[in-house]
């Protein structure tokens, strides 16, 4: 699987988001391991605070299944019915969670714009100090 359809599974999970009425922000993943295999996740909150964002949803899916061998992650937002995404980028405590679990190398895509935008990161560039033990 390559990048352009990484995006698009991103695009369409989005729009699984729940119970989004505090933020009205939909975000959608797609978690891409070393082998190609795909996990997408959407952000899926509530009316505390036990909201759990797209990336990690896609993380829980991936490590639960037993993957451990990451490459990259998309990550699109904007409100529901945006036709133009904004630039949305894993919040830190999404960046702390995924640092335990991929390389320093490990890829970080944000897509946005009227022209599909793609802009690259490292988890190093996200999260240069990370806390480890
Ligand atoms: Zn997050």
Known sequence: ?????AIEIAKQTRLHAKYTTTSNYYVGACLV?????????????????QSICAERTAFVKALSEGENDFSYIVVVGGKKDATVL?????CGYCRQFMVQYVDKDFKIYACFGKDDTIEEY??????????TL
Do not use: Q, R, W
């Open 86 to 90: 904004e630039n949305c980028l894993p």
């Open 1 to 5: 699987m390559n990048l352009t359809s």
């Open 33 to 49: 391991t070393k082998a190609g295999k795909m996990y997408s996740g959407c952000n899926i909150e509530n009316c505390g605070i």
């Open 122 to 131: 490292t988890i190093s560039d996200l999260l240069p100090h990370a806390f």
